[in-house]
């Protein structure tokens, strides 16, 4: 099988994650190991280290992201859209991935799964997040 690029791992990323967030609001048990075999045959790091990020960091992840949503909780969007979300958050707080290369890659993946109001709330969020983040930075 020939190698993925990041962004096509950030598509199986994502559908995992929904996965995920479905098997929780339903009360279903799963072990995220399985669900992430289920999505992707070949073992990935990559993919690893962003689906337990994103569920270890989940509750900082969605705080933040409600703190930049005006009268709207991330709670309240589909559970592509949760995903999309957090995975940008995340690669932006809490990796070494480029911030315009997260930013980038969410926005993409909104272009493709989110209906247009929802894509320019997750660009308005990390453009936020992004913002904050650098102002934090200059003023260490």
Known sequence: MEQMTRSELRVKIMTILYQINIYAKNKIDYQVEHVIKE???VENEFVKDVVYGVITYQNEIDKTANHYMNN????RLGNTDQAILRIGIYELLYTSTPEIVAINEAIELA???SDDEVRKMINAVLDNVYHDKENKNESR
């Not at 709207?72 to 709670?75: A, F, H, P, R, Y």
């Open 39 to 41: 999505v992707l045959e």
């Open 111 to 113: 272009k493709s799964y």
């Open 72 to 75: 709207w909780t991330i709670d």
